[in-house]
């Protein structure tokens, strides 16, 4: 019973070894399948500098909100209003 297991098992990693090499095959060795990789590696690098970009504006609004949340709660720093 575990050989039949095992070898049920064996089987789907060989189907899906051949999958990715046929596929890693398109992708390398034909012309249409090079223009797709690079139009993937574009768009991936096109994509890792938004989320640069996300990020320090994220932390240029977290300074500005920390910067805003002090002048109006500490005593002495612009913006800070006494009873009044």
Wanted: hydrophobic content about 40%; some cysteine.
């Amino acid at each position: 019973m575990d050989e039949s297991r095992h070898a049920n098992g064996s089987g789907w990693v060989i189907v899906s070894g051949a999958v990715l090499g046929g596929v890693a095959f398109y992708l390398l060795q034909t012309p249409k399948g090079r223009e797709l990789c690079d139009t993937l590696i574009r768009a991936l690098d096109e994509f890792s500098l938004e989320c640069r970009r996300f990020s320090q504006a994220a932390s240029r609004a977290e300074i500005a909100a920390a910067d805003a949340w002090q002048a109006i709660t500490v005593p002495g720093r612009t913006g800070y209003r006494s009873g009044g």
